[in-house]
């Protein structure tokens, strides 16, 4: 079964560091990363998608990269805001019901 | 609607009760799919629909959890007898077909609480 560890737990920075989550799984046959942000008592919301043909994608101030074959990923944040303090989730696809497959999460504090 | 949705958002109920939550996907959404999510934790895939069939319900965590898509749109979990330990947040997530690659596309959920 594919397991996804995110590492750290938790992480506090002062605003404006640059910083960078990791996510690694156990099974690399996957199609595809999601990087996904998550804020108290409320739902997903999907930062990147990185298909497993892909080594990195980039969203504004957001860098995901991809590495299939040793099964990791980083989420990189430029220039952190306190707006970005939120729970940031990564899941991998895979397995007979193209299910996500989530780590249980880097809970982030940016303090201004 | 422009997104998935979940109602209700918020569940309370007692020990032993039964209780449905529905999920509505994005429109010509043909995969659907629920996860839990307990405190702290990632979500948990439970169930998933190609269409009006469960294609996959290797993740229901016993037989009290069941869940229909009778016209391949809307869904809905169906808890019997529920237990403490079924307090989390039940998430629904809609795809397009075409292959595993598309996104899916997740709604706020339900915060389900037994007491």
């Known amino acids: 079964k594919q397991e996804v560890t995110q590492i750290p737990a938790a992480l506090s920075v002062p605003e404006g560091e640059n910083l960078v989550l990791n996510c690694s799984f156990t099974?690399?046959?996957?199609?595809?990363l999601q990087w996904f942000r998550q804020d108290p008592g409320k739902g997903l919301t999907s930062l990147l998608l990185?298909?497993?043909?892909?080594r990195e994608q980039t969203s504004g101030r957001l860098n995901a990269s991809l590495d299939k074959s040793s099964g990791r990923s980083t989420l990189y944040i430029a220039a952190s805001q306190p707006g970005d303090s939120a729970t940031y989730l990564c899941?991998?696809?895979?397995?007979?019901?193209?299910?996500?497959?989530f780590g249980t999460g880097t809970r982030l504090t940016v303090i201004p | 609607g422009a997104g998935v949705s979940q109602t209700p958002s918020n569940k309370v109920t007692e020990k032993g009760k039964y209780v449905e939550l529905r999920c509505d996907p994005i429109?010509?959404?043909?995969?659907l799919y629920w996860y839990r999510q307990s405190l702290g934790q990632g979500p948990e895939f439970l169930i998933y629909f190609q269409g009006t069939g469960a294609a996959d319900d290797s993740g229901l965590p016993n037989d009290r959890f069941f869940a229909v898509r009778p016209e391949g749109s809307v869904s809905t979990l169906k808890i019997q007898r529920t237990e403490r330990g079924d307090s989390a947040v039940y998430l629904c997530?809609?795809?397009?077909?075409?292959?595993?690659?598309?996104?899916?596309?997740f709604g706020p959920g339900t915060r389900l609480t037994v007491l």
């Open positions: 997530a809609s795809r397009t077909t075409g292959g595993p690659y598309n996104e899916q596309f």
């Open positions: 899941a991998v696809r895979g397995g007979g019901a193209n299910n996500l497959f």
């Open positions: 099974d690399s046959a996957i199609y595809n």
């Open positions: 429109s010509g959404h043909t995969a």
């Open positions: 990185i298909q497993s043909s892909q």
